[in-house]
C-alpha cells in the first residue's frame, strides 16, 4: 500500500506564490519519478513538472522560470514551488509517482488526491 499526500494549496493574490508537498508513504522500496500535474475546470489534466530520482527536470515551455520542482530522496517527498501566480494557474494539483515496493518488480503509478490552488484578487 503507497499513499502521496499534497499539502500547501490555498488562495493567493495574483503575484504571489505558494510552495506544495507531497509526501509518499507506505510499503515503497523506490520512487523513481516524481511529478506535479493540474487540472483546472473544464480542462483536460496537465503536465507542470517531472524530476527524476537523480534530480533532472523538465517544464512545459509555459511555466518554464516560474515553476521549480524539487524532491528529497531521504524524506519520499517533492516540492513544487510556484512563483509569480497568475489566476490561470488556479487548478487542482496532483501529485504522480512511479514506485516499486520490492526489488526486481515494476514500478507502479500514484496520484495524491489533489490540492486545490486558487489564485485571485
Known amino acids: 500500500q503507497v499513499q502521496l499526500v499534497e499539502s500547501g494549496g490555498g488562495l493567493v493574490q495574483p503575484g504571489g506564490s505558494l510552495r506544495l508537498s507531497c509526501a509518499a508513504s507506505g510499503s515503497i522500496f523506490m520512487i523513481y519519478a516524481m511529478g506535479w500535474y493540474r487540472q483546472a475546470p473544464g480542462k483536460q489534466r496537465e503536465l507542470v513538472a517531472v524530476i527524476t530520482r537523480g534530480g533532472n527536470t523538465n517544464y512545459p515551455d509555459s511555466l518554464k522560470g516560474r515553476f521549480t520542482i524539487s524532491r528529497d530522496n531521504a524524506k519520499n517527498t517533492a516540492y513544487l514551488q510556484m512563483n509569480s501566480l497568475k489566476p490561470e494557474d488556479t487548478a487542482v494539483y496532483y501529485c504522480?509517482?512511479?514506485?516499486?515496493?520490492?526489488?526486481?518488480?515494476?514500478?507502479?503509478?500514484?496520484w495524491g488526491q489533489g490540492t486545490q490552488v486558487t489564485v485571485s484578487s
Open positions: 504522480n509517482a512511479v514506485i516499486t515496493m520490492a526489488w526486481g518488480t515494476p514500478g507502479g503509478d500514484y
